[in-house]
């Protein structure tokens, strides 16, 4: 039967994408201070939906602004704030994540927070970022079923703590290469000869292709990718958000470098980066030295960025492998023909066939 095996994550079936250590979670929690907070919202027979929250640091992000970087593959989306990000190369406020016409309500909730906090009674212009994939095959998502208090719920209740993955928060209702997607994190620790330093991903995979895992073509063997038999059957269109957070030194100049390499991540999962696709990541430091507005830490090099690339390229790998693999299955009506919807999540079982096939 699809889908009885327990879910796990990708290191409980020995996959062990790259070269570098994970942190103690295996999440962008390890990065020390990152917090990560998740509202979802399974109502009735049509609600599928939700937030997820990441906050770089627990204090008042206005007033102790990280440096941060945007990378776009392909710009099919709502990415609220995107362009003042590029222009200063900074957050802040939290990042939000959630389904395409929940941005609107998500953006009012993160200005209403962050007026809200200490010291900021005179603030007069917040650029919140709001993130979003679409997740209206499974969510009635005209029904506008996330509210405010969703997203301040999310941003209240963010810990430290593991993550959950899989069919949570912001990726209750998404799809990944013609399976249930979600929620997805993962971390790398360099050694102290290369930094040091932690590195984590968060991803909310939405997106289709052929699906890759560690090279062997699963999608292929079992059946789902995208232009099968030279017939577009829709499973390239969608989206992915992919969120970095380091606590290398990092300036916006290199954090735009970084969030880059998480594209060559979504490439090692057999992304197809097609036309209707909103493909966006966003990476941030966490190191005290550089945040805004008076930095006062020395960038780290050019010439010794690579391992963090590396670094990023694996974790935001290993982060897509788990949203897929953490993934329940999500039963919904369509709103209009009432007929009923059902996104599959990855049969593991028979994942461990194909794997087994070629020698993982």
């Known amino acids: 039967m699809s889908g009885a095996a327990p879910r796990c994550r990708a290191r409980d079936l020995g996959l062990r994408p790259g070269q570098f250590a994970p942190g103690a979670l295996n999440a962008i929690t390890d990065v020390a201070g990152v917090l990560v907070g998740q509202v979802t919202r399974i109502e009735g027979e049509f609600t599928r939906t939700g937030v997820t929250a990441i906050r770089p640091h627990g204090g008042n992000l206005f007033r102790e602004r990280v440096p941060a970087g945007l990378a776009t593959i392909n710009g099919f989306g709502k990415l609220a704030g995107a362009t003042q990000l590029q222009e200063l190369g900074e957050l802040e406020s939290p990042i939000v994540l959630t389904n395409t016409l929940a941005v609107g309500r998500a953006l009012e909730a993160v200005v209403d927070w962050t007026l809200a906090l200490p010291g900021n009674e005179e603030v007069r212009s917040v650029n919140a970022v709001v993130g979003e994939t679409n997740d209206g095959r499974l969510n009635d998502i005209r029904a506008r079923g996330i509210r405010g208090e969703d997203v301040l719920r999310a941003l209240a209740e963010a810990s430290d703590g593991p993550v959950a993955e899989g069919s949570v928060g912001a990726g209750t209702g998404t799809m990944a290469f013609g399976w249930k997607g979600g929620i997805g994190t993962a971390s790398r620790r360099l050694p102290e000869a290369l930094g040091g330093f932690t590195l984590g991903a968060l991803v909310q995979s939405n997106y289709g292709g052929a699906l890759l895992v560690q090279g062997v073509p699963v999608g292929e063997a079992l059946g789902r990718f995208y232009l099968k038999e030279h017939a577009d059957r829709g499973d390239a269109d969608g989206s992915v958000m992919v969120v970095i957070a380091t606590d290398a030194p990092l300036s916006d100049r290199n954090l735009q470098r970084l969030a880059l390499r998480a ?90 066939d194909v794997l087994r096939r070629h020698g993982r």
């Open 263 to 352: 594209m060559g991540g979504l490439a090692r999962t057999g992304a197809a980066f097609s036309d209707g696709s909103g493909d966006y990541a966003i990476a941030f430091s966490t190191h005290a030295g550089v945040r805004r507005p008076q930095p006062a830490y020395a960038d780290w090099p050019n010439d010794r960025m690579s391992p963090l690339f590396v670094a990023a390229i694996e974790a935001v790998e290993e982060a897509v492998l788990n949203s897929l693999l953490m993934a329940t299955a999500i039963e919904s009506r369509d709103p209009l023909t009432r007929r009923r919807r059902r996104g599959e999540a990855i049969d593991l079982d028979a994942l461990r």
